[in-house]
């Protein structure tokens, strides 16, 4: 059982970067996967999240307009587009599947990659 995230990395307030969670190693079905972020010293927060069936998506308030998820066709990546970075937007991101979330809620999802640190220096 295996997520994949990568693509952080430093970028200076505006700029953009665009992660990517694989799922090819994930061999259990799964209803949505999220992203999440954990900024030092703060407890993980959720961000957005994608329906595996009908890629409907959801964001939290702090990066409507700025983030878009997307997937490729075969639907094992899922990519995090994030624009007009923010200070605040600084944090390690995880990606993780739940087969019974329809939001980014953390209780509700049960596998999880490792983390790809974003920083955003002001």
């Known amino acids: 059982v295996q997520l994949q995230a990568s693509g952080g990395g430093l970028v200076q307030t505006g700029g953009s970067l665009r992660l990517s969670c694989s799922t090819s190693?994930?061999?259990?079905?799964?209803?949505?996967l999220g992203w999440f972020r954990q900024a030092p010293g703060k407890e993980r927060e959720g961000v957005s999240s994608i329906r595996k069936t009908t890629g409907a998506t959801y964001y939290v308030d702090s990066v409507k307009g700025r983030f878009t998820m997307s997937r490729d066709n075969a639907k094992t990546t899922v990519y995090l587009q994030m624009n007009n970075l923010k200070p605040e937007d600084t944090g390690v991101y995880y990606c993780a599947v739940s087969n019974r979330a329809l939001l980014p809620i953390e209780d509700d999802y049960d596998y999880w990659g490792q983390g790809t640190e974003v920083t955003v220096s002001s």
């Open positions: 190693g994930f061999t259990l079905d799964y209803l949505t």
